[in-house]
């Protein structure tokens, strides 16, 4: 069974942190062709991303059905 992936790509707000593009190479999920995955940009103090990720997990979910 093939499940959606959502990477919280969590301390966004500091100078050195991975990207999207950069995090999804280091994670070897471009090599991912047959599933959903997407991986989010969140710092966790403010909150910031943490919807839009949960919204697009929600989505993939649906979209299975």
Excluded: C
């Excluded at 950069?22 to 909150?47: F, P």
């Amino acid at each position: 069974m093939r499940v959606p992936l959502l990477v919280l790509a969590n301390k966004q707000d500091l100078p050195d942190a991975f990207g999207p593009a950069e995090l999804s190479d280091a994670l070897g999920l471009v090599k991912i062709k047959d599933n959903a995955w997407h991986v989010q940009n969140t710092t966790a103090l403010s909150g910031h991303g943490l919807e839009e990720g949960f919204d697009w997990l929600s989505q993939a979910v649906q979209r299975r059905r």
